[in-house]
């Protein structure tokens, strides 16, 4: 998922601008931008990604019971509180997209975890759950949810089709996705501003980050920055806290770097992005970059672990479900982080952990055993051949 967001957001922005450069800013180096891209992504892969102890893995399948259909009715029940939540005052804070993204995400892995074959009617589900996301909740910004929210529903059903089809699948949809993103992009933005540019061409929000970055690093060796150190990360942190709670809470580095590269928009609610690369050079200069290796290294393992030890979960509660569900939040959303840096994937990732955290609380804890009858504790089939194995 790293090395997708670094495909989308470097490799591809970079071949882009080699054709053409529509984006008309500051001297940028460019070279030096991919080259950091690369070479860091490669000394994290062989320094924390490789190798891996389990290359090849089978996921733990379990028998339909009560823990997935809860799983499935939470799903369904947290996309249609998405769906109303769009018109209150919390869809400003992200929970309308947060309750949605997490009930689909649940729902998929409730879906997909259960044994047996998987009937077309289950897919039809999760598609018809995307498509009332798209035209209820999403409200054409931030176009990057969409290609997160199908990515976590692929590696929820990856396990379910063999080999690399679901990978290459992934990959296939990439150019016609985007085509069609970027065409919506310019349709809603020309109803915004009936005078928009001819040139358009709603690339833009993917290419600029990288662009910005490779501005980041001119800039920087031009000694023209005034490094903000921890500040950026702090926002971050504090993210979930609510402006009328907080007043004077510090904005995110997509507002920073807004300040500092168009300071004529300040007060109109504008923002950048510049990569979460560009976050590290705009925090420490050079060296953070270094910091950023290890950092992302040491996340990018965590989650991979993580997901590994889901996968070999034999019973399922309703909690390891939300577990699995918010792991894939998190690792789908590393493409939020790749674009726009810690505190865009703070600001959109928070709504629909909390999400999770609020179905578990309202609807989960009472039953936390594994399968069985409700009232009864019902051993699965692991269980009972582990326990026949004993002397």
């Known amino acids: 998922m790293y090395m997708v967001a670094s495909g989308l957001f470097v490799y591809f922005p970079a071949i882009y601008l080699f054709f053409d450069d529509p984006i008309i800013h500051g001297p940028a180096d460019f070279v030096a931008a ?15 990604w490789e190798p891996r102890q389990n290359l090849v893995v089978d996921v733990v399948e379990v028998e339909r019971g009560p823990s997935t259909n809860w799983g499935m009715w ?12 769009v018109r209150t005052p919390l869809s400003s804070y992200g929970f309308d997209d947060g309750a949605a993204f997490a009930g689909i995400t649940l729902l998929a892995v409730s879906s997909f975890r259960r044994k047996g074959r998987i009937t077309l009617l289950a897919y039809l589900l999760i598609a018809g759950a995307f498509l009332v996301y798209l035209q209820f909740v999403f409200a054409g910004f931030g176009r990057l949810q969409i290609g997160a929210l199908g990515i976590a529903i ?10 690399r089809s679901v990978k290459l699948a992934l990959l296939l949809a ?4 985007l085509s069609y993103l970027a065409a919506s992009r310019v349709a809603f933005s020309g109803s915004l501003n009936p005078n928009q540019s001819a040139s358009v061409t709603g690339l833009e929000s993917a290419i600029g980050p990288f ?26 942190a ?13 904005v995110g580095f997509g507002a920073e770097l ?28 050079l060296m953070g970059l270094l910091a950023m290796v290890v950092a992302v290294g040491f996340l990018v393992r965590w989650l991979d672990s993580a997901a590994l030890a889901s996968s070999r979960i034999s019973g399922l509660t309703r909690l390891d479900l939300l577990k699995i569900a918010a792991l ?26 909390i999400c999770l955290f609020a179905a578990f609380l309202f609807f989960g804890w009472r039953l936390p055993r594994r399968e069985g009858l409700p009232g009864k504790i019902r051993l699965n089939e692991t269980d009972r051949l582990l326990r026949s194995s004993r002397p």
Not at 76 to 81: D, N, P, R, S
Not at 212 to 234: Q, S, Y
Not at 238 to 250: E, I, L, N
Not at 335 to 346: E, K, Q, R, S
């Open 154 to 163: 692929a590696a929820a059903v990856a396990h379910r089709w063999k080999g």
């Open 328 to 353: 894939l939040i998190l690792a789908a959303s590393i493409t939020d982080l790749i674009w726009g840096g810690a505190f865009t994937y703070v600001s959109r990732v928070g709504p629909r952990l």
């Open 174 to 177: 990439f150019p016609p996705v």
């Open 211 to 236: 662009v910005r970055f490779a501005e980041l690093l001119h800039l920087e060796v031009d000694g023209r920055i005034d490094h903000t150190w921890f500040h950026t990360f702090f926002a971050a």
């Open 34 to 48: 991919v080259n950091i891209a690369y070479w860091s992504q490669l000394v994290m892969y062989y320094l924390f």
């Open 74 to 85: 939470a799903g369904a029940l947290l996309v249609c509180l998405g769906v109303l939540l």
């Open 258 to 285: 807004a300040d500092f590269f168009r300071p004529d928009l300040i007060g109109r609610g504008h923002s950048e992005a510049a990569l979460f690369h560009g976050e590290w050079v705009f925090s420490f200069g």
């Open 238 to 250: 504090v993210a979930m806290v609510p402006r009328q709670v907080w007043p004077t809470k510090p």
